[in-house]
């Protein structure tokens, strides 16, 4: 019997991960939602007895506590493995390259903040709120899900200059990763980073000028990839990445690995 907690469940990659995890009666799936209201994570939550649901904000370090106390009552005071999945980004500016970047202050902060808050800053209390936890836990797993848009060699194969808060949040994470890693290692606790590929979450219809952004993106990632076709389903991404934390041991802790387990084939 296993148990996982996973931050930012409400979608996307998150809620995949509860729904595949919850397929095995024997795992206890701990679901963190900013939000335990909304309709598709409760419903499934409803439809998996093993799923449990927790409010929980990482960017906020007293809610992410109590999350976690939440959760040591739910099983017993111990964890196996968990996700931190949460991520936002400030959408209205993810177009600019480092050169237009404002000369001021404010502007500046307000696009950093939301991949700071969440993958840095929540990185650090989401983990440190379940260490307790993981400690008293089997397995002994933290992955934080990064993106290989924090990759120098991508970023340079591919020419993509824009998403600059959300490439160097995840390239912080990643160097956290690191240290967590450095940090854990005697107590038998794995850290990695995981990206999970590009993955279509998307919810609604696209607009028109959604479809040219990804059309545009698929043609750079085709410089460093040429036979990639688009983005895969959340379904594939996280069958791929649960492998590969079941695949987790203190050799490759402090990495960033792909969904297909390596450190190059990041689609
Ligand atoms: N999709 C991709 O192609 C791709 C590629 C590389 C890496 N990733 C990474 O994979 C993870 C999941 O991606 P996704 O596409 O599934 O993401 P998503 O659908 O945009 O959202 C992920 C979750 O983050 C939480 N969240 C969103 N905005 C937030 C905010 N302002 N403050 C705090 N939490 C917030 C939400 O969870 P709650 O409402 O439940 O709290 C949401 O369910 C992210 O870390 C992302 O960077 C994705």
Known sequence: MSSY???GASKGIGREFVRQLATDPNNTVLAIVRN???PDISELA????????????VRDPKSILNTASSAAAVTGGKLDVLI???NAVDAATMSLNPSQIPFDSEATRAIFEPP?????YGGLWATNAFLPLIQKGTQKKIVHITSAMGDVDLILGSGISYAVAYSVAKAGMNIQVAKYAAELAPQGIKVIGLSPGWVDTWEGEKSAAVVEGENFMLKQFQSIVPSLEGQIQPGESVSKAIKVIENMDIKSSGLMLSHNGDRENWF
Do not use: E, K, M
């Open 5 to 7: 907690a996973i931050t």
């Open 84 to 86: 931190h999945n949460s």
């Open 116 to 120: 700071f808050s969440t993958a840095i």
């Open 36 to 38: 335990p209201g909304s």
């Open 46 to 57: 409803s439809q998996y007895p093993n799923v449990h649901l927790i409010a929980g904000d």
